[in-house]
């Protein structure tokens, strides 16, 4: 089954940590820490409707002015996700430059900031081209189960790590697929459209199996219209798959809060992005800079039960030795490594 979610690195493995997801089918993607992000070009910032970030170390948020700039004048909404004190530094950030000639803009993009706090509060404020960039307070709302956003078609999940400061770690989880036998429509004389996707939607949501699914359509033999019932339509065109997970995983302390927390929220993923920093030799010096080695991060992936691990933002002074980074990971990955201390 293919998904619809496409993740990928946007740097190489000693760039700055940053996953890019697209989503086929639809315009539109997320993306997880904004670093350097100037391999990304312009049309697919454009494509971002959320973004998340880990923390606000410049390797992960410095990229946020890029996005700004490239979105500048146009009517759109981002919105942005970080931890504790996140909606104050998107504030700083914003308030460092001079927004003096933006009031007669024609479009107000607005970003909208979102700070997962420890208590489990999502606060929430937004940020209004027009208005200078202004922070203006919105309402927060709970977010103990650490779902940041709830869409049809998948959600993110948080989890707060250990990073000698506040970090998330991020599960971009796709809800279950409903896909049409287009066979079995041809079979039944029904057409193709729109409204198959309320058909999709009613399922999503739970409607009975008795609701009445009207389909009118209009060919050379005129105008036709049936009423079936969902629960027919259920059975004989509609066929379900699980959906896609992707974790995303950096800056964290090797320590049993940390892996328990990790453990939890990437559970099963089908791809585990994770920090792989250090090599082990120089696991005293990963702990000391709160970051993962390659046999931690192999260990946390084969521990989740990730089906694929993609390890990144390996140190620079490794350069040339990616090979090594990538064996010890594999070791430790396929349990051919002694379990990390
Ligand atoms: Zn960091």
Redesign the pocket.
């Known amino acids: 089954m293919t998904s619809i979610l496409q993740p990928f690195l946007v740097n190489g493995p000693f760039g700055d940590p940053s996953v890019y997801v697209d989503f086929r089918f639809a315009r539109r993607a997320l993306l997880f820490d904004v670093g350097d992000i100037q391999s990304l070009p312009a049309r697919k910032i454009l494509r971002l409707t959320h973004i998340f970030v880990s923390?606000a170390?410049m390797?992960?948020f410095m990229g946020l002015d890029r996005i700004v700039r490239i979105c500048l004048g146009r009517a759109r909404t981002l919105a942005l996700f970080g931890p504790q004190e996140f909606i104050d530094r998107v504030e700083h950030k914003l308030a460092a430059y001079t927004w003096n000639l933006v009031q007669g803009y024609a479009t107000d993009f607005t970003l909208e900031a979102n700070e997962w706090r420890p208590s489990g509060e999502l606060r929430m404020a937004r940020f209004r081209c027009r208005s200078g960039f202004k922070r203006e307070d919105l309402p927060s709302r709970p977010a103990a189960d650490g779902v940041l956003l709830d869409e049809e078609n998948f959600r993110v999940l948080a989890t707060l790590l250990d990073?000698r400061t506040a970090?998330l770690g991020f599960a971009l989880e796709e809800k279950q697929h409903i896909n049409i036998w287009k066979n079995r429509l041809t079979e039944l004389g029904l057409p193709t459209g729109p409204w198959l996707n309320e058909l999709k939607a009613a399922v999503r949501h739970g409607d009975p199996d008795d609701t009445k699914v009207r389909v009118h359509w209009t060919d050379r033999g005129g105008h036709h219209e049936r009423v079936i019932p969902l629960g027919d339509l259920r059975r004989d065109v509609l066929r379900f798959a699980t959906g896609q997970k992707i974790a995303y995983i950096v800056?964290i302390v090797y320590h049993a809060d940390n892996v328990q927390r990790v453990r939890r929220l990437a559970h099963n993923a089908d791809c585990l992005f994770i920090e792989a920093v250090f090599l082990h030799r120089d696991a005293d010096h990963a702990a000391r800079k709160y970051h993962l080695t390659t046999r931690q991060a192999g260990a946390l992936g084969r521990a989740c039960g990730a089906r694929r691990l993609v390890p990144m933002h390996f140190s620079a002074r490794y350069a040339g030795d990616e090979a090594d980074i990538y064996r010890e990971v594999e070791e430790a990955f396929s349990g051919n490594a002694p379990e990390p201390a």
Do not use: I, N
Request: net charge negative; proline share 0%; charged share 30%.
């Open positions: 923390h170390h390797d992960h990073h970090c800056d």
